[in-house]
């Protein structure tokens, strides 16, 4: 009985051991732990078993001689020991790859969720009609600022992704790959948005400078024309119609000076 026992723990062990074994891969995690349920049930009879043993011993030591004696006492400590060992390390084993799995689906989560937001955000970069008025063009940069920001609130997010990655790497997997990616992605949105804003910016900068410059010339217009109207007045003594000459030759002459307006 004890030794189909130990042999029986041996096997368990050897089973535990391909579980317990570290893996890059979420499916090879599942399927460990699908493997590991299988073991589960072995807890309870293991005790059993070890229980039978321990009172065969019992029964056995009082008719045995006293180096027989200390032969079966040795025998049931290790087997107590080695199960004990067993017992351990399946709940270790048990934890270790339930915390696995939700660590990747935490991952996965959070890398869909900021892969699907990254390529949204691209699409609203990508092309952008020129607007008609100043208005426009200023609300436009006011979005993409708003979109800056919006960037910038999920630099946190990009760094637990890498994080994680960095704490599920096993061997020679690909989750470093999968989120420097991402962060490559996350970082050439950021300095493209920086460049859309100056670009737009300077769009608001020239519209600013010409409607400017359009009120000062109308304004300029508004200012020579009624300086003309006063002009036009034929009567009176020749002294008033030669200042009206006077006057009309400063207004010929801001005319010209005015052409490049």
């Known amino acids: 009985e004890h030794g189909q026992t130990c042999e029986w723990l041996q096997a368990l062990m050897d089973r535990l051991e ?77 934890q270790a790859l339930e915390a696995t799995k939700e660590s990747w689906e935490e991952f996965d989560t959070l890398y869909d969720s900021l892969s699907k937001w990254l390529r949204d955000m691209e699409l609203q970069l990508k092309d952008h009609e020129l607007k008609s008025t100043l208005a426009d063009k200023q609300g436009q940069v006011e979005k993409f600022k708003a979109q800056q920001q919006d960037l910038a609130s999920r630099q946190a997010e990009v760094d637990t992704v890498s994080v994680r990655a960095k704490q599920l790497e096993v061997g020679e997997s690909k989750m470093a790959a999968y989120s420097e990616q991402l962060t490559t992605r996350y970082q050439a949105l950021r300095t493209k948005v920086k460049s859309v804003i100056e670009r737009w910016e300077s769009f608001v900068s020239e519209h600013e400078q010409y409607e400017s410059s359009y009120a000062g010339c109308m304004h300029w217009l508004n200012e020579l024309s009624k300086r003309l109207s006063q002009c036009e007045e034929t009567s009176g003594d020749r002294q008033a119609i030669e200042e009206a000459q006077h006057r009309l030759q400063e207004v010929f002459g801001e005319k010209d000076a005015g052409a490049g307006q």
């Open 18 to 94: 391909v579980c317990a074994e570290a893996s890059p891969d979420k499916h090879v995690i599942q399927n460990k732990l699908d493997r590991l349920q299988e073991l589960l049930p072995t807890r309870q009879e293991g005790e059993t078993r070890v229980s039978e043993i321990r009172s065969l011993a019992e029964k056995t030591l009082p008719h045995t001689a006293a180096p027989g004696q200390q032969q079966i006492r040795r025998e049931l400590d290790s087997l107590s020991h080695n199960w004990d060992l067993y017992s351990t390390k399946l709940s270790d084993t048990q």
